[in-house]
């Protein structure tokens, strides 16, 4: 979505639509050559030949419906204590809040809701204005991926789409989990989720394993608001508390690195302006950090009191709620999400 959006050695027209036009000639050239290759002549249509905004499209199509997927051995030879596991978790999944389920459903719609008088089962929810997962690890979304007027999600040719988030607002859709237990162990947008518990599980959770952190919160300043300005359609955006960045620390020490280690909050005040005219909270690389959680004097693992002392709130089960489920219940959460097909 990037790579043409500047002049490249490949695509080095002035003008921004010609760059991406020759950016989808290109992709037609080569799939074209690669059909050739494969020395099917059979091949036509898109099958031969395709375009970049088009194969986009394409691949978001053939990943949500595409049937012929890698079979999922779980959800096709479970055993006894298995499928009860699995049937115990696809009813938490399926069942509201307040019921005394998790929730899940309400934006991973796996057909308890119909979509234009049909079944929606594509795990999947199209509100561009989902409140909560995402928007507390972007910062203020003001980089390079930040383009408020061009928020869209597929539009050939136009200009690259909405990349970054505006503050309190996460322009994303939910991933589908179709074929989840095929995918890589990294998730969640960032990728610093490495198992399913890390998911469902709230920072405190007793239910954490050794290594595992709950990313099942997000974090906000409970002193401070701000508007995310003006909506799409012109309407004036909602006023939110601030969300407060959060970052990652290596499992053997420091931060960054494999991203394994413990979770930190900012403490960067949203009351200081700096020489740009930012928000000091809103800046990347922040030195000034407290641990999400600790350990009390009773050896359980609590959250960082540092943190409402200094004007942030931890809001837990922002990504289904999950905190009032036992452990086996836990299980059978993952247990489903790993049946998926």
Excluded at 45 to 59: I, K, R
Excluded at 118 to 139: A, L
Excluded at 176 to 194: E, N, T, V
Excluded at 223 to 252: L, Y
Aim: hydrophobic share 35%; glycine share 10%; net charge negative.
């Amino acid at each position: 979505m990037i790579v043409a959006e500047r002049p490249t050695a490949l695509f080095p027209q002035p003008l921004l639509g010609d760059r991406l036009r020759a950016r989808d000639a290109f992709v037609k050239q080569k799939t074209a050559e690669a059909s050739r290759n494969t020395g099917r002549t059979d091949l036509n249509g898109d099958a031969f030949s395709v375009g970049y905004y088009d194969m986009g499209f394409l691949q978001i199509l053939f990943s949500q419906n595409e049937t012929r997927r890698m079979p999922n051995p779980t959800a096709q030879f479970p055993t006894a204590a298995q499928a009860a596991r699995i049937n115990r978790g696809k009813l938490l999944f399926s069942t509201k809040v307040a019921q005394g389920g998790s929730g899940c459903v309400d934006c991973h719609h796996n057909g308890e809701v119909l979509t234009n008088g049909v079944v929606n089962d594509t795990f999947q929810d199209y509100n561009i204005f989902e409140p909560g997962v995402v928007s507390d690890h972007t910062v203020d979304g003001n980089g390079i991926f930040f383009r408020a007027a061009n928020d869209y999600f597929f539009e050939p040719f136009a200009p690259p789409q909405d990349l970054g988030s505006r503050q309190n607002i996460t322009s994303r859709n939910t991933k589908h989990l179709r074929a989840f237990w095929d995918s890589s162990a990294r998730w969640l947008h960032h990728g610093d989720a490495h198992s399913v518990r890390e998911i469902l599980l709230v920072p405190d959770s007793p239910f954490l394993r050794p290594g595992e952190r709950g990313f099942n919160f997000i974090t906000q300043r409970s002193d401070h608001s701000r508007s995310v300005g003006v909506n799409p359609d012109g309407t004036a955006g909602p006023v939110n508390p601030t969300d407060v960045p959060i970052t990652f620390a290596d499992s053997r020490g420091g931060f960054g690195g494999d991203g394994r280690g413990p979770i930190f909050v900012s403490l960067d005040s949203p009351f200081v302006t700096q020489p740009d005219g930012s928000l000091l909270i809103d800046r990347l690389g922040s030195d000034n950090l407290a641990p999400l959680v600790v350990v009390n004097a009773a050896g359980q693992k609590v959250i960082n009191p540092q943190l409402a002392a200094n004007g942030i709130a931890v809001v837990k089960d922002s990504h289904g709620k999950t905190s009032h489920l036992p452990e086996t219940d836990i299980d059978a959460l993952e247990a489903y999400l790993n049946s998926l097909q």
